[in-house]
C-alpha cells in the first residue's frame, strides 16, 4: 500500500509512519491456557511467544499507538490475562505510548469487568482518515466513497504453486479491489491460516517470514 506509506512487516504487522501506528490483528492470547483447560496439552510458551514477537516490534518502532484489529483474547479470562494485563501497563508506562486501541472482533467476549483499571480504548469500528477498521470484512460492506476499509479475522494466506507443482502456503496481505478493503493477516503464533481466492484487480502480498514480496494475483490456485 505505497500511497498509504504504510510498511507492511514480515512478522505480519503493519507500520504507518505518519500515524505512529503499529497494526496487527487476531493475537489470540489466552488460546493456549483454554486448549488446556480442554486437556490439550499446548505449552505456556505459545501465549508468551505472542507477546515477545510484538514486544520486539514496540521497541523497534515505539509507536505512539497500538492498533489490534479484534480477537484480542480468544475465550474467557484465564491466568493469561493477567499476563497480557502486566505487559499492557509496563507498555503505558513508556513515555513515547499514547494509546492502545483494540477494535473488538467475535472472539473478544471477556466481561467488561476485566478492563478495569486498563488503560485501553475499544470499539466496533474505528474511523481515522480516510481508513475505516475493523475486525471481519463484511462489516465494512457499503464504503462512503473515498473510503478504505481495514480488517482481519480471514488469516489469510496464498497457496503458490510451482512448475513442479510444488506448493507454499504463506501468509498474506489481500486488498480487495471490489470491496476497497485490505485483510491482514493474522499475528498469533498459536493460529492457522485459510488460503483466499483474490479477483481480477485485487493485490495481494506474502511475508516468508524474512521478507513481504508482491504476489501475482494468476498464480494464486484457485
Known sequence: MTESGWEFLPDRAIWWPSESTLIVSDLHLGKAAHFR??????????????????????SSHRPRRLLVLGDLFHSEENKEWLEFQAWLASLNAEPWFDEFRLVEGNHDILHPS?????????????????????????DLVNLPDGMHGVAGHLHPALSLVGKGRQSLKLPCWWYSAERRTLVVPT?????????VKPKGGDACWVTTGDAVVPAPVKGITR
Open 187 to 195: 499475528f498469533g503464533t498459536f493460529t492457522g491460516s485459510v488460503s
Open 37 to 58: 483447560r480442554h486437556g490439550i496439552a499446548v505449552p505456556n510458551a505459545v501465549n508468551a511467544n505472542t507477546l515477545e514477537r510484538l514486544s520486539a516490534l514496540v
Open 114 to 138: 476485566a478492563f478495569e483499571g486498563m488503560r485501553l480504548e475499544r470499539s466496533a469500528l474505528w474511523t481515522h482518515g480516510s481508513w475505516v477498521f475493523a475486525h471481519d470484512p463484511d
